[in-house]
């Protein structure tokens, strides 16, 4: 009743966007509050909680078409906004505190990590290009962020972005309960607290599975391992302007329609700036991160309930 009545009240325009909407923020609270009663590690991992929950309902039951509206919004302007808001997390004074160390990893392991990894999910396991690029991407820089992020540059098929935001939280979770039994283990012997926090930070892809495998450790293990993780945070900036401008030279030579500007990453760059010349309440900092990370689990239902694994194209045969 109630949501009729909203319906019946919104303007024309919104009407068809607010039932998809409403749906996405209402399964992104039950993610939530399924996340928060499962335990450690899900419990600090409500993104691919969310994932997983968003792809079960799409994969049971046919979207209704009355919510695609709502949920291709979801996908792509809410997401955008999400992005914009991770600025809140970052300042330039952190950048300058990092030094060179952090940076350096982040920058060699994008390189390195996002080249090779393509190279063998295309060569090796045969997978589809979209979905090869998006898993570089996620592993390479910020995990899910970074997928949707670069998906929504790129205009990937929900399919890809849902499919590689899966593997990469999933491995991030397999990640957060095995490298702490490893270095307690002793099966880590090369690695002190610190080393152990580069490993962390570098190889796990959210900021949550990277807290959570750190702070199990030591405080040096868990800043050392934050400090590098933001610095994988920070080189999503370069590359997706860098992606810009490759796809919108490559769309240009086959005569395409041109990708747009990403210009929620100059409001991200933005936000950024602003977020380190003025202080904020804490707890309008708070809130700003609640609802960012609550965007991104509309995000992540959006795409579950659109995402048909079933309907995947088959990978590209060799030499293709």
């Not at 068809?16 to 996340?35: E, M, N």
């Not at 691919?48 to 302007?77: E, N």
């Not at 990894?117 to 390479?140: M, P, Q, T």
């Amino acid at each position: 009743m109630s949501l009729a009545l909203t319906l019946s009240h919104a303007p024309e325009k919104v009407r068809p966007v607010l039932p998809g909407v409403i749906v996405a923020a209402a399964l992104a609270l039950a993610a939530g509050w399924i996340a928060g009663g499962l335990g450690e590690p899900l419990s600090r991992n409500p993104v691919l909680v969310a994932m997983l929950f968003g792809l079960l309902i799409g994969s049971s039951f046919a979207c209704p078409d009355a919510l695609r509206p709502g949920l291709d919004f979801t996908k792509r302007y809410l997401l955008r906004l999400a992005v914009v808001l991770v600025g809140f997390r970052i300042t330039t004074r952190l950048f300058l505190d990092l030094g060179f160390m952090p940076l350096a990893v982040a920058a060699i392991e994008l390189i390195l990590v996002l080249t090779l990894l393509y190279a063998i999910a295309r060569k090796l396991f045969r997978l589809d290009a979209e979905i090869a690029l998006l898993v570089a991407v996620g592993s390479a820089v910020c995990g899910a962020a970074a997928i949707l992020s670069m998906a929504a540059l790129v205009r990937a098929r929900d399919q890809s972005a849902g499919i590689a935001i899966a593997l990469i939280t999933l491995c991030g979770t397999v990640a957060l309960l095995a490298y702490p039994v490893m270095f307690l283990g002793g099966w880590l012997p090369h690695l002190d607290d610190r080393l152990y926090g580069v490993f962390v930070g570098a190889s796990i892809f959210e900021l949550a599975q990277v807290y959570g495998a750190s702070f199990a450790i030591s405080d040096d293990a868990l800043n050392t391992a934050t400090l590098v993780k933001f610095s994988k945070v920070l080189m999503l900036v370069p590359l997706l302007l860098a992606a810009s401008l490759v796809f919108r030279s490559r769309n240009r030579a086959q005569e395409a329609a041109p990708i747009p500007f990403p210009w929620f990453i100059v409001a991200f760059i933005g936000v950024v700036i602003l977020n380190s010349e003025i202080t904020l309440n804490p707890q309008l900092r708070r809130v700003i991160l609640g609802v960012d990370q609550f965007l991104f689990l509309m995000v992540m239902i959006a795409l579950g309930i659109t995402t048909r694994v079933g309907r995947l194209e088959r990978p590209a045969a060799p030499g293709a």
